[in-house]
């Protein structure tokens, strides 16, 4: 009996040996082989005197041990099996050997960062560390020595972070761990007492740069080294007197003449101000600077005169329109006046943007919806924002639906029912079936006399039916899809108000966490928008497609801004005078092939003429736009008739470069300079007459005609141009 059971399981293995191996062709071996033989021949060549080159055989050995399992299976192969039984011994010779090495290498090259360290070398020492670590990720006395260098260098978060994570992370032994743990409340107090010396000597600049290090090392302290509410209080004492200092340089700039520096003081005093404006007595000093200096850039602009206006009048109006959004709104808005009514007539490119922003400009989710939102919400940062919608999905939305306690304790099996009910559909975001059950219990509950037992689950319904909702908003603003966004929120209002529940103080803190965040997120994904379209219209511009670039930029000036999302819409605007000249280039030169089609050939001259002006002047050319010049044409047609007509009138029109270029057309169609002496003649005299009404001096009007004194066709009208610019500009003085 047993001989038969053994001959059978003898036979099975036979067969299950043979299913496992590998019947492979003769490229399939030869590859085989190679691979088993190449990495025989890395392993064999391991040194083992080189610490350095320990990593290298570490990540060499792991390819290797790959490879051997790759091939376990083909035994049946003499050839393949041969080379993997070496390949399998010298992979395990050598793990074993690197098991053993890595850490003694990681000692060594501790130690020799130890003896860079006793001669200062700080980098090298540095160096040795970081290789000692490679070698050995928890070698805890190479992340001990780099964390008292950070510390050294003032990195105190960072280097507290490391040694944090030695005592989590690396099982440190007890005389390691109570050395770190002294270390950590070594570094916190010291540093904290050397911020408060600082601060003492009325360095509070320098104090606040130790103390946002201990704030950052507080941040990470899961082992509760640091004293928060201490090291709050310091740094609100330091903060306010920070603002008083800048206070006090603004003043001084401001006694000195220097807008621009009092300027500066005043915009860091007044970063202080926004974040502790609890804690500052009083914002009237920071009020009368800045009226003060917005007041002395009005003044300044006023007295601006010649090439310093030009440069400086817009700029510094400009300035004062952004120290009045500092000021109460009645201050706001008289200082706005007061700048408005100086601002030059805005050019029609001007105008054509803010006619476009302004029809773009919408109110916020804060602002429809204020009435969940308190004022203090302006003042909250990104980071804040984003902690309350955190807490609120933490207890609503993340949270499994929850059974409200009774507060009788006990209640009726129907009403329990539609409670459980109700709470299956909340589950899984069926909001219209949970409200309908609900209804249905609060008509039995009616008969039951249980009615508070209802309300308690309405309330708590309401409240997660809001939370959910809203989060599905922001997730839908997150995809880009506002309009599913507005009408999520739209419903949930609706909801709040069908319910009674705009005074319940948890569905106002929902509202108000989301709503700030909807407006966080919007702005920052119109923003993103703007972006998009910059490189859009860039790409048009580049491939001289100016209609395109053009409908890119009125739809990203589109985009709508609302009082707390202010986009910025500077590159568009710059974009948009970029294209402005090229485009209106395009519409005369079609306007002027419409108008030669007609055939009014002398309008067709003299807008073409004006045209190359126009060309000539802004460097069309280097906008990609292609220009065929007026004395090309002439040429072509070769009309003696039709080129004098255009030369006419050109000089009708005052465009004399474009003048001479088509007089230069009968130069190129034979004609000798001799032979429109007359017309030189005139042309000099009519173009010097107008130059000197413009004000040009006879050296810039030589300069401006200097590209045809070197050619001797022109030599009549070069000479007598010069001699009526002298006679001329003598007459001017």
């Not at 539609?418 to 609060?442: D, M």
């Not at 985009?559 to 605007?573: A, H, N």
């Not at 003048?659 to 190129?668: F, N, Q, R, T, V």
């Not at 003649?681 to 045809?708: F, P, T």
Request: glycine share 2%.
């Amino acid at each position: 009996m047993y001989k038969k059971i053994f001959a059978i399981a003898f036979v099975l293995g036979l067969s299950l040996a043979s299913a496992f191996a590998q019947k492979l062709s003769d490229n399939e071996r030869s590859l085989a082989v190679d691979e088993l033989k190449s990495n025989i021949k890395t392993l064999s060549q391991f040194r083992y005197d080189v610490p350095e080159l320990l990593v290298v055989y570490n990540s060499q050995l792991r390819e290797a041990e790959k490879v051997v399992k790759k091939y376990k299976n083909y035994r049946d192969d003499f050839q393949v099996f041969d080379n993997w039984y070496t390949l399998s011994n010298l992979v395990d010779q050598n793990r074993t050997m690197l098991d053993f090495l890595l850490p003694k290498a990681a000692d060594n090259t501790y130690r020799l960062g130890m003896m860079k360290l006793q001669t200062n070398e700080v980098e090298r020492a540095t160096e040795y560390f970081n290789k000692a670590i490679t070698l050995d990720a928890n070698h805890i006395l190479s992340h001990y020595q780099l964390a008292k260098l950070d510390l050294d260098s003032m990195q105190i978060a960072r280097g507290a972070e490391r040694l944090t994570r030695i005592i989590l992370e690396m099982k440190p032994d007890t005389d390691q761990k109570e050395l770190i743990y002294n270390l950590l409340h070594y570094t916190y107090n010291t540093n904290y007492l050397y911020a408060i010396g600082l601060a003492s000597q009325g360095k509070h600049a320098r104090a606040m740069e130790v103390y946002n290090e201990l704030n950052k090392f507080c941040e990470i302290d899961t082992l509760e080294i640091c004293d928060e509410e201490e090291l709050e209080k310091s740094i609100a004492k330091s903060k306010n007197q920070i603002y008083s200092d800048h206070l006090k340089l603004a003043k001084k700039s401001l006694s000195n003449g220097k807008n621009a520096v009092a300027e500066n003081f005043a915009e860091i005093a007044y970063e202080y101000y926004a974040e502790n404006k609890e804690s500052i007595s009083g914002d009237a000093d920071f009020k009368d600077i800045i009226r003060q200096i917005a007041n002395n850039y009005i003044s300044e602009a006023k007295q601006l005169e010649g090439d310093r206006k030009a440069a400086l009048y817009q700029e510094y109006l400009d300035k004062a329109k952004k120290l009045s959004s500092y000021l109460d709104e009645m201050e706001r808005n008289e200082l706005r006046n007061q700048v408005a009514r100086l601002e030059p007539t805005k050019s029609k490119l001007q105008q054509k943007q803010e006619a476009i922003e302004e029809s773009a400009v919408e109110s916020s989710y804060t602002e429809k919806y204020g009435d969940y939102v308190a004022d203090a919400d302006d003042m909250k940062t990104p980071e804040e924002i984003q902690n309350d919608v955190d807490e609120v999905e933490k207890n609503y939305v993340n949270e499994k639906t929850k059974k409200t306690p009774s507060k009788s304790g006990e209640i009726s099996k129907a009403l329990d029912d539609k409670f459980y009910e109700t709470r299956s559909y909340l589950s899984v975001n069926s909001f219209e079936k949970a409200l309908e059950v609900l209804e249905k219990a609060n008509q039995l509950a009616k008969i039951e006399n249980e009615k508070a037992e209802v309300e308690d689950m309405y309330r708590q319904a309401i409240r997660e039916i809001t939370a959910k909702r809203m989060s599905a908003a922001e997730y839908a603003v997150w995809q880009g899809d506002i309009n599913r966004a507005d009408s999520l929120v739209n419903l949930t209002n609706d909801l709040i108000h069908s319910y009674k529940m705009e005074k319940d103080t948890a569905v106002v803190r929902i509202m108000n966490s989301y709503l700030n965040a909807l407006d966080q997120k919007v702005c920052s994904k119109r923003q993103d928008e703007l972006n998009s379209y910059v490189y859009n219209i860039l790409d048009c511009i580049k491939r001289s497609d100016y209609y395109k670039a053009e409908a890119y930029i009125r739809e990203a000036l589109a985009v709508p801004e609302t009082r707390k999302c202010k986009l910025d819409k500077s590159k568009l605007k710059a974009l948009m005078k970029q294209i402005e000249k090229p485009l209106e280039y395009i519409d005369r030169l079609d306007n002027a092939y419409t108008i030669l089609r007609s055939g009014d050939t002398a309008s067709y001259l003299q807008q073409y003429g004006s045209l190359e002006t126009m060309y000539n002047m802004y460097d069309l050319e280097s906008a990609n736009i292609k220009h065929t010049p007026l004395r090309q044409i002439l040429v072509n047609i070769d009309n003696t008739d039709l080129t004098l007509k255009a030369i006419e009138i050109l000089m009708r029109h005052k465009d004399y470069m474009v003048a001479l270029e088509a007089l230069g057309a009968l130069k190129d169609m034979g004609y000798k300079d001799t032979d429109t002496k007359k017309v030189q003649q005139r042309m000099a005299k009519l173009m010097a007459y107008d130059m000197n009404k413009q004000n040009y001096d006879y050296d810039a009007a030589v300069d401006a005609i200097s590209q045809y004194s070197s050619d001797k066709w022109y030599k009549v009208f070069v000479k007598d141009f010069k001699k009526n610019m002298k006679t001329l500009s003598r007459q001017s003085r």
